[in-house]
């Protein structure tokens, strides 16, 4: 079992920077590919980036390319989402995750989620 705790969230200007951050404990987090994903009121969780377990390969949905970046520490267990420039369609609950899958880019991929942590860029 991997638990994760994400934290960081809140209410912003649009144009502004928020970071977060996912606390791992369980099972060794350097074994595991990491990804935030988001769900905003009424969509469906889509994928936002993710990062290979040794922190090497970063990928990014099109939407954020550009503006988010994705890292992590695998000394401290813990994977970070630096947010800038943010819009107001950003506003949705940021999940992260874990998992060994093949894909990066999808939720089934991935064996464990935290809880959320809301994110609203206001205009």
């Known amino acids: 079992q991997v638990q994760l705790v994400e934290s960081g969230g809140g209410l912003v200007q649009a144009g502004g920077s928020l970071r977060l951050s996912c606390a791992a404990s369980?099972?060794?987090?350097?074994?595991?590919?990491m990804g935030w994903f988001r769900q905003a009121p009424g969509k469906e969780r889509e994928f936002v980036a993710a990062?290979?377990?040794?922190?090497?390969?970063?990928y990014y949905a099109d939407s954020v390319k550009g503006r988010f970046a994705i890292s992590r520490d695998n000394a401290k267990n813990t994977v970070y989402l630096q947010m800038n420039s943010l819009l107001p369609e950003d506003t949705a609950v940021y999940y992260c995750?874990?998992?060994?899958?093949?894909?990066?880019?999808?939720?089934?991929?991935?064996?464990?989620w935290g809880q959320g942590t809301q994110v609203t860029a206001s205009s």
């Open positions: 369980g099972r060794t987090f350097s074994n595991y590919r």
């Open positions: 990062i290979s377990s040794s922190g090497r390969n970063t």
């Open positions: 995750a874990a998992g060994i899958g093949i894909s990066y880019y999808y939720t089934g991929a991935y064996a464990y």
